[in-house]
């Protein structure tokens, strides 16, 4: 997996075209969880994309866990996350994005999504 213990990951950057800003951006396989814990902040968000629409990328086996600060969007398009869990004081400035990969493909999230912090901008599937 990936973890982010403290600090600051910029990024940010327009993701191959998109307008949305990412920080960590998968287009493989992760095996395990992303991590964003406490006293970390990702300045931009997270993507899980399978651009190939093959079934065999865009996959995060575990959770997507966030203790921290994601000033960005958590969004899967054409992918498959395990689950996305958003805890006490955490902060997510963008919402959740569980949809398509260029208008195909739907995204999947194959466990729960659990907020007990704060998500501005919804939940979109």
């Known amino acids: ?9 910029s990024g940010g950057n327009k993701y191959e075209g998109n307008p949305l800003h990412v920080a960590l951006a998968n287009k493989g396989v992760i095996n395990g969880d992303i991590e964003i814990k406490q006293g970390a902040t990702l300045n931009g968000g997270v993507i899980n994309w399978d651009e190939q629409l093959n079934g065999q990328n865009g996959k995060i086996s575990g959770a997507i866990k966030v203790e ?8 899967t398009y054409g992918g498959t996350i395990g689950s996305i869990e958003i805890q006490e004081n ?11 990969s260029n208008r195909r493909g739907a ?14 901008g919804g939940i979109h599937n």
């Open 1 to 9: 997996g990936i973890v982010v213990e403290s600090g600051t990951l």
């Open 68 to 75: 921290g600060m994601i000033d960005g969007v958590i969004g």
């Open 90 to 100: 955490a902060n997510v400035s963008g919402g959740i994005h569980v949809t398509t």
């Open 107 to 120: 995204g999947t999230i194959n466990g729960d999504i659990i907020v007990k912090g704060t998500l501005n």
